[in-house]
């Protein structure tokens, strides 16, 4: 029983829409790639959606009622089922040391407002709720999506238990650091990014907690974010710091899927797979939570 190593991955099929952004459409074909058994030691698990009320701890109630009410119910039902995981994920790292989500679109939302892409920022919320459920003193919210975390730094830019660090190859939802628990840097060029990435890992030292939001965006062939230069390979190296740091530190960590669009040399199924690097990471390193006392 001690070599067990599991991976709590959430998803259910409520996550997907049919059509539309890959925000929202592709964790199917990646939920299916896992189910198929690519990635040895994952376990897929469909999470509850998450309730009204816990939404209120971040967003405005007349936004929250809006969604609610919108006439486009298989949407709402979508980011209601993808945020539940995201919370559902960050309750599982705490057992398991490591825990994920195939949910996209939260780092920009606002809070009493959609934006880019995402409607609730679920990265918020997690981090929130390390704090107030799981009595953590400091949780790191590490982004790596292509575009900047202007949503999170909005939401819980001022709450002092709370550290961001975002690395970004695109200043769109750009935000400015005002406390020395915000780091940022929107990199120029790929061969700035793997430094700005440890650097980023530098910034977050000391924190119990870690959710990162994986975005995959920066690739070079994805027609929104992509950058010149960065490669799958960088890309995986990518990963490979950040849960190699996650191992080594002994801190629980959680990721989400974040950006990953497709493009002239990109489908559903390429965009899809560009996310198994984080999962394969994920699955890999081992982390023993600390026992609550
Ligand atoms: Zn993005």
Known sequence: MTSKNNLPIYWGPDYVLDSGVETRTKSGPLAKILIGGEV???????????????????????????????????????????????????????????????????????????????????????????????????????????????????????NEKIVIADVSCNSYDIWQPNSDRHHLKVVKSANEYLDAVKQALKHIDGVDALIYNAGMDPFEDCMTGGMPGITREVLAERERLVAQWCEDTQTPAMFVLAGGYGGKNLDLDGVARLHLPTIREFARIRITPKSKN
């Open 40 to 158: 040895p030691g994952v376990n897929l698990i469909a999470p509850l959606p998450i309730t009204r009320e816990e939404l209120l701890a971040i967003h405005d109630e007349q936004y929250i009622d809006g969604l609610i009410n919108d006439e486009k119910p298989e949407l709402t039902r979508s980011i209601f089922a993808s945020t539940g995981g995201v919370r559902d994920a960050l309750d599982a790292m705490f057992v398991h040391g490591k825990a994920g989500s195939l949910s996209s679109g939260l780092h920009h939302a606002k809070r009493d407002h959609e934006y880019g892409l995402c409607y609730i920022n679920g990265l918020a919320l997690a981090a929130l709720r390390a704090i107030s459920k799981h009595g953590v003193k400091k949780v790191a919210v590490r982004d790596t999506d292509s575009h900047c975390g202007g949503g999170t730094f909005q939401l819980v830019g001022d």
